[in-house]
T-cell receptor
Framework: TQLLEQSPQFLSIQEGENLTVYCNSSSVFSSLQWYRQEPGEGPVLLVTVVTGGEVKKLKRLTFQFGDARKDSSLHITAAQPGDTGLYLC???????????FGTGTSLTVIP | GAGVSQSPRYKVAKRGQDVALRCDPI?????LFWYQQALGQGPEFLTY????????KSGLPSDRFFAERPEGSVSTLKIQRTQQEDSAVYLC?????????????FGDGTRLSIL
């Protein structure tokens, strides 16, 4: 059962465009991670956000954690074909041992 | 190698057969996780080991699924009497410390197809 909602589910854009994808939950995150997964490979961690309102930047990627720690967004500036992949958010629940993943946003950047 | 290694990369089995999937974590990593990823979905948690101890197996979908890590390094996920709904990519991840203290490093998965 997927407990995190990600939107949009699919996104296809031209190279150079900007985009934002979202991750939402009905409950408060203790911490949230964003991953990118390319076909045939495992997810690769991009960032971990912990504090409400936190903003982190990784080159052209900007990650924001909502003030109430129930939502997060990933903004990509000037997308490139190498950004193509499945973007996943994952939260570590306070109960401890499990990371819950969202359904993912499949991004295609067309050259 | 430096990363998490999973084998085989692809496994095709007939319904009813037993399969075993192997995960070699990064050397020295304490935590090991197994996930199941259906096509077009995010990974779903199956089980968690800290060293050789299986601390959480709440995600295993049925008693046909069994995981072990007897010496605290290599882990095997076994599925008995496979069913078509078991078809998925099985991902293994390891981390240096306990859950949430260090990043998870994922292998490239085993794609299991049940005919």
């Amino acid at each position: 059962t997927q407990l995190l909602e990600q939107s949009p589910q699919f996104l296809s854009i031209q190279e150079g465009e900007n985009l934002t994808v979202y991750c939402n939950s009905s409950s408060v995150f203790s911490s949230l991670q964003w991953y990118r997964q390319e076909p045939g490979e495992g997810p690769v961690l991009l960032v971990t956000v912990v504090t409400g309102g936190e903003v982190k930047k990784l080159k052209r990627l900007t990650f924001q954690f909502g003030d109430a720690r129930k939502d997060s967004s990933l903004h990509i500036t000037a997308a490139q074909p190498g950004d193509t992949g499945l973007y996943l958010c994952a939260e570590l629940r306070n109960t401890g041992n499990q990371f819950y993943f969202g359904t993912g946003t499949s991004l295609t950047v067309i050259p | 190698g430096a990363g998490v290694s999973q084998s085989p990369r692809y496994k095709v089995a007939k319904r009813g057969q037993d399969v075993a999937l192997r995960c070699d974590p990064i050397s020295g990593h304490v935590s090991l996780f197994w996930y199941q990823q259906a096509l077009g979905q995010g990974p779903e948690f199956l089980t968690y080991f800290q060293n050789e101890a299986q601390l959480d197996k709440s995600g295993l979908p049925s008693d046909r699924f069994f995981a072990e890590r007897p010496e605290g390094s290599v882990s095997t996920l076994k599925i008995q009497r496979t069913q078509q709904e078991d078809s998925a990519v099985y991902l293994c991840a390891s981390s240096l410390g306990g859950v949430g203290t260090q990043p998870q490093h994922f292998g490239d998965g085993t794609r299991l197809s049940i005919l």
